[in-house]
């Protein structure tokens, strides 16, 4: 295994740019909280015949099925991009869900079918168009079996350093101990911005934002960025954290203002439970659409994926991982004993560059330090842990001899929203 600090190529200085991986620009998007199969599960439908989402009998109906209180749930398909919220991605429930490989605990870990659900083309046209026109990951796993922060971490820096929740004193843990991938770009003078919504993704580590103000930009920078043909190297663009969700759901509670909260929790762009589905695949079509029909698009690579399930059910166990460093999750009393050996659930992930394997996937194992094992054997950075210094890169996603997508396709607009 490499090690922490060691470079990808011991041949060439740090900081220097391999020629032989087709891009300049690498533009990251983390959407929230949901499977493959919750999302992607009916991909085969619409083309992408070699995508290992959910079983279909000769009817169409899903065969996919976990125990519930009267007998098995089979998974559905959801009318509408409305979302419930009874889900959860603690790491208890996620734990409980995984079952040891069995992928048996999703109804019974929150009383309630909604983790069957799944999202069929016709409800979320773009995301079925952009998986089924680029190159899909049949094996890119969550980093952590827990929630939004710790996956982050991960994101950003190859390990949650002992955090397993997110929570606000999971906020206090401090700096990773070998930095961020941020840390190493400003040593080695590669250009970044962090592009966000309404909250920054890279407050997952405070100490980002504290220490790297100056690379945040609104969301219309990035716009403006594209348009021009200025985008940095490495961008992470944010959607919509949700603050008018996050409202909503505390209204809810509150006999007068119900029905507002009720209407105001689906709101945001991130796809988090209880949002509406509209929100997200509206954000991301526009941003990946700036993308495509930006003048660096023949050198752009973008990395579209999910930070965890959000309690959706993936019939594909996770397998064992390497363990990032030395520090182990901080437990409670009550929590399932376990480490950060072993990936979370499988979640979408979709690479999108002119030299992507058209209709294609792809069977290698990655989790989100891929995104940092990617990013450091294109510039030579030093690794930040075990876990991205032995994660594989995304370079088996495309093909290097041809560009399929020297013009840029054509893809489905976003969902409509039935509210």
């Known amino acids: 295994m490499r090690e922490p600090d060691s470079l990808p190529d011991n041949g060439r200085p740090a900081g220097s740019p391999d020629a032989s991986m087709p891009f300049d620009h690498v ?12 999302i992607l599960g009916a991909l085969r439908r619409v083309g992408q015949r070699e995508a290992d989402g959910l079983s279909f009998d000769e009817a169409g109906a899903a065969t996919n099925e976990n125990p519930g ?9 959801f009318p509408s991009t409305a979302q419930g919220s009874r889900v959860s991605q603690t790491w208890n429930a996620t734990h409980e869900q995984i079952d040891s490989g069995r992928m048996d605990g999703f109804v019974r870990s929150v ?3 909604q983790p069957m659900g799944y999202y069929p083309p016709e409800v979320i046209p773009f995301a079925y168009s952009l998986a089924s026109t680029f190159t899909v990951a049949n094996r890119w796993f969550s980093s952590a079996p827990c929630q939004t922060i710790p996956n ?33 770009l400003d040593a080695h003078d590669i250009t970044w911005r962090n592009y966000f919504t309404d909250v920054p993704g890279t407050v997952a580590i405070p100490q980002v934002v504290e220490r790297h103000f100056t690379h945040l930009r609104p969301l219309g920078s990035f ?11 490495v961008s992470f663009v944010d959607p919509e954290a949700g603050a008018l969700s996050y409202l909503g ?19 945001g762009g991130s796809e988090e439970e209880p949002q509406d589905l509209s929100h997200g695949e509206s954000w991301a079509h526009r941003v990946v659409q700036a993308v495509l029909d930006s003048p660096v ?25 390497p363990a990032p460093d030395t520090i182990p999750p901080k437990l409670g009393s009550g929590d399932v004993h376990g480490g950060y050996d072993i990936y979370g659930v499988r979640v979408p992930a979709v690479v999108v560059s002119p030299y992507a394997q058209p209709r294609a996937v ?29 994660a594989a890169t995304v370079m088996d996603f495309l093909d290097t001899s041809a560009p399929a997508f020297a013009a840029p396709p054509r893809l489905a607009g976003p969902a409509a929203s039935d509210r």
């Not at 716009?223 to 190297?233: H, R, T």
């Not at 698009?297 to 579209?304: D, G, N, S, V």
Request: charged fraction near 15%.
């Open 27 to 38: 533009v990251v998007v983390m959407m929230e909280n949901h499977s493959f199969d919750n």
């Open 69 to 77: 209180p009267h007998g098995p749930v089979r998974s559905f398909p």
């Open 111 to 113: 009383g309630s079918e």
């Open 152 to 184: 982050r971490r991960f994101l950003l820096a190859g390990t949650a350093y002992g955090a397993i929740a997110t929570d606000v004193p999971t906020l206090f843990d401090g700096s990773p101990p070998n930095g961020t991938i941020f840390d190493r």
């Open 223 to 233: 716009f403006e960025d594209c348009a021009v043909g200025q985008l940095p190297a």
């Open 249 to 267: 759901t505390l209204l809810e509670k509150l006999p007068v203002l119900g029905s507002i909260g009720a209407r105001l929790a689906t709101h």
């Open 297 to 321: 698009w023949p050198k752009t690579l973008l990395i579209y994926t999910y930070d965890e399930h959000g309690g959706y059910y993936d019939h594909v166990p996770p397998p064992a991982a």
């Open 362 to 390: 792809t069977n290698v194992v990655h989790d989100h330090t891929s995104v940092l094992a990617t990013i450091e054997a294109k510039w030579n950075l030093p690794a930040l842990t075990y876990r991205d210094a032995n």
